[in-house]
């Protein structure tokens, strides 16, 4: 899998079988490079490395994000955000321009093959081999919804972002089933899940928008961290890989929502874009060491960080909800488009556009 990476002319990234990721620069010549092995367990968790000091070579940055493969990857519309889904059945929201694991959420069952950012930025669309396609709030940090519709994997699932406003959401799927499912999304169209009668008893019966407030959730239990050194720190502005190139502000999608801000991990950080160099001379001017907070060859020579502080940059891994904890989503249209399995769907303003594992593309008339 190999995308450009937005507001770049030179960056593309591509993601391998072997669980990492290489963003390269089109006008630099290859090197063989040795990486690392990680050393804790953030590290084991998301590893990125510049392995060259020499601005002539690639690859810019290595990332050792999973020891399964990685299948697909998203842009958020804001241009800061990638999610990243694998054959261990994790979704993975990586911060790209500060190089930092942001979030981590488990499938039902199986691995993940397809993954689609709706066109305002609040919710992430994913399938796998749980035959579910499955929405997820990136504000809220949660799953919305399981839609229960394919007879077999899921391979390609896509936003229509000509029938998607504030409130409601056109998306699509296709599977191995092959199959195409139209979904219509909002909160009115979900429905509750048959709860077992312990919790049908329960006072909390009526569904509302925060999910979260309605169902009984137990907490996540805590997360095993090594013993954190505490060294020096320089500006975290120094860090930053992708600064100053031409993109939307972080937060135009996020400010027409609750909060001004997103809530990692009990602590509320914006994002900024500022500068005055293009996005790809901000790769050429970095070192060849990686500014992971948790590497262990830093020269720091500021400020000292606090335990506190250092235990925000963790990545947050959210629990997996039952059957019974998860709205689920009736489909809209189903329709055999193919004889063969499919693979891919894309909405254009007129058609949709379908392929096969037979190499075969089909367009479609809107429904």
Not at 211 to 222: A, I, K, L, T
Not at 255 to 284: D, E, L, P, Q, V
């Amino acid at each position: 899998m190999i995308k450009w990476i937005p507001g770049s002319e030179d960056l593309f990234i591509a993601v391998f079988k072997n669980g990492t990721a290489l963003v390269m620069d089109k006008d630099r010549d290859d090197q063989t490079f040795n990486m690392p092995d990680p050393s804790s367990w953030s590290e084991s968790q998301f590893y990125p490395v510049r392995p060259h000091r020499s601005t002539k070579y690639n690859p810019v940055s290595f990332w050792r994000i999973s020891k399964q493969g990685l299948t697909d990857i998203a842009f958020s519309p804001d241009g800061v955000h990638m999610a990243i889904t694998g054959m261990d059945g994790q979704l993975r929201i990586i911060d790209y321009r500060n190089e930092r694991l942001m979030d981590v959420f488990q499938s039902y069952y199986g691995k993940l093959n397809c993954v689609d950012w709706s066109p305002d930025g609040r919710y992430i669309l994913t399938g796998g081999e749980d035959d579910i396609v499955t929405l997820w709030s990136f504000i809220e940090k949660r799953l919305v919804a399981r839609c229960q519709g394919h007879k077999s994997w899921v391979t390609g699932v896509a936003f229509d972002k000509w029938r998607c406003d504030e409130h409601n959401y056109r998306f699509g799927s296709v599977g191995e089933d092959c199959n195409l499912i139209l979904w219509d999304f909002s909160y009115s169209a979900l429905q509750k899940p048959k709860h077992s009668r312990m919790i049908a008893a329960s006072p909390t019966s009526a569904f509302t928008k925060n999910w979260n407030d309605s169902v009984p959730q137990q907490p996540p239990p805590p997360i095993p961290v090594p013993p954190i050194n505490i060294e020096h720190k320089k500006s975290l502005k120094s860090h930053r890989l992708f600064r100053g190139f031409s993109s939307p502000d972080t937060n135009s999608f996020i400010s027409n929502s609750t909060s001004n801000t997103i809530s990692y991990n009990g602590s509320s950080s914006s994002s900024s874009t500022t500068g005055s160099s293009s996005f790809s001379s901000r790769f050429r001017k970095r070192s060849s060491k990686s500014n992971s907070l948790f590497a262990a060859h830093h020269d720091y020579s500021e400020d000292v960080i606090a335990e506190d502080q250092v235990k925000q940059y963790l990545p947050v891994l959210h629990p997996l909800l039952k059957k019974n904890q998860a709205a689920f989503l009736q489909p809209t249209t189903i329709k055999a488009v193919h004889a063969d399995p499919c693979l891919s769907l894309l909405f254009t303003e007129r058609t949709l556009v379908t392929t096969d594992r037979r190499g075969r593309i089909r367009t479609w008339g809107r429904p």
